[in-house]
């Protein structure tokens, strides 16, 4: 059964996810990828970095942008969780999916 109409994480985090598991991505994919659009990418990319959550460096044209592992979750719920533990975990379970398909 799907329930739809609401997922366990927000835009914020869908956005840092994907920086997380792809520091090159442009704007556009990572709009893509979340099914929001480019506008509200750039919005959440800028308050990610307000709050020192990712940085951005220029690489030629494009940007690529790392996650600050050591900042601290801004909600008081999680606010003695590091960002860098979170995005670990999902990134992690990305790159192990990627090995294991590329070693079948």
Request: net charge neutral.
């Amino acid at each position: 059964m799907t329930i739809r109409g609401w997922t366990f994480l927000t835009n914020h985090g869908h956005v840092l996810v994907c920086v997380a598991r792809d520091p090159d991505a442009t704007i556009r994919e990572i709009a893509n990828r979340v099914g929001i659009t480019e506008r509200a990418v750039q919005k959440i990319v800028s308050d990610l970095e307000a709050n020192e959550t990712i940085a951005r460096f220029r690489v030629g044209r494009r940007n690529r942008y790392v996650v600050c592992g050591n900042a601290m979750f801004r909600h008081p719920v999680e606010q003695d969780l590091r960002v860098g533990e979170f995005v670990e975990l999902l990134a992690t379970e990305e790159r192990d999916a990627a090995t294991a398909s590329t070693a079948s």
